[in-house]
């Protein structure tokens, strides 16, 4: 087996900016930027204008970012695979790591396979519709595009997460309207009545999206209540479905200490996982900012972390 000082599981801005400072280090570093898991570069790659990310005052397009990054980290030296990692074993070290075709040695791991936001399968939602045209899963990242700007917007859910994105799109939209299939909010009860308060923001109670439709972009939705079956077609701008992330750890089978929600914990300013000799860096263990500049800053920490742990233990 090839046995490396460090492997990278997961691309994306926290994979290669690991990478990247790795590489730097001479540490030769592996990455497996996933392939049938996702595409290499993560949930940028499926994302239009990045204009919130330090140093591009015009934007960029998500995939030319990750373009971007790899060919950077490529530069100094990272190896790169686009396979998928199917499962580590982490009771011994060196770790082994397994694809489908071969299995490689790793004196330290880290870990930056990103989370998945949890979509629903709405008519006009999905790839072949209106994503990244008008619905998205990030109101941060999205929310002050000039299509959503004074416009009629959408939300789906109803806890914290929610109405935190439903508040920040206050300051693009004309009106923010929550559609929770409830009759009560999951949220905290003093960001339920932030939501309630809002003179920008209406909720639907008991109420689904089950329709949306536009042009190139989304112009309209069909709002149905699920109690009494009634149906309303609305003008909208967006959608952006608030219902939670998980986080991409099914390889690791447990073997890492992980959040209620699934996120990798890791010991407080730092990359530390509970193994020692595996860090985490990205969406993976941050459930509360899940931004690139963040996902890239904390792949850094990964990297300078596993670099002198390498060192304390002899490997370089």
């Known amino acids: 087996m090839e046995h490396h000082k ?9 994979g290669y900016t690991a990478a990247l400072y790795a590489a730097r280090a001479n540490l030769n570093p592996l990455l497996f930027e996933g392939f049938f898991s996702g595409p290499a570069g993560g949930q940028l790659m499926t994302t239009t204008d990045v204009e919130n990310y330090p140093g591009f005052p015009d934007g ?3 995939p030319e970012m990750m373009d971007a990054f790899r060919k950077q980290c490529a530069r100094f030296g990272t ?6 990692v199917e499962s580590v074993d982490l009771s011994k070290r060196p770790f082994t790591v397994n694809t489908k075709k071969n299995s490689y040695l790793a004196d330290a791991l880290i870990i930056t396979t990103g989370a998945t936001a949890k979509r629903l399968e709405i008519d006009g939602a ?14 941060i ?33 004309r009106k923010v309207f929550m559609v929770h299939r409830r009759d009560d909010l999951r949220a905290s009860k003093i960001m339920g009545e932030r939501a ?7 909720i639907l109670w008991n109420s689904v999206i089950k329709k949306i439709e536009g042009d190139k ?12 079956g009634a149906q309303e077609k609305r003008e909208a701008a967006g959608v952006f479905f608030a219902i939670g992330h998980k986080p991409n750890t099914g390889f690791l089978d447990g073997q890492l200490a992980q959040d209620k929600q699934g996120y990798l914990v890791v010991k407080p300013g730092t990359s530390y996982t509970s193994v020692e000799g595996v860090f985490a860096g990205g969406d993976v263990q941050d459930p509360v900012y899940r931004q690139a500049v963040t996902a890239a800053g904390s792949g850094c920490m990964a990297a300078i972390d596993a670099e002198r742990w390498l060192g304390e233990k002899g490997h370089i």
Not at 127 to 139: D, I, L
Not at 144 to 170: C, H, N, Q, W
Not at 217 to 228: A, C, D, F, P, R
């Open 6 to 14: 460090l492997i990278i599981i997961g691309s994306g801005p926290a």
């Open 60 to 62: 960029i397009l998500g």
């Open 79 to 84: 190896e790169l695979l686009r396979q998928d």
């Open 126 to 139: 999905g790839e072949e519709g209106f994503w990244q045209k008008g619905v998205t899963a990030c109101a």
């Open 141 to 173: 990242c999205d929310g002050a595009m000039p299509i959503f700007r004074e416009k009629d917007l959408y939300v789906i859910g109803g806890g914290d997460s929610a109405v935190e994105e439903a508040i920040f799109l206050t300051k693009y939209g």
């Open 196 to 202: 309630l308060n809002h003179p920008k923001i209406e």
């Open 217 to 228: 972009v989304v112009g309209s939705v069909l709002i149905e209540n699920v109690k009494s």
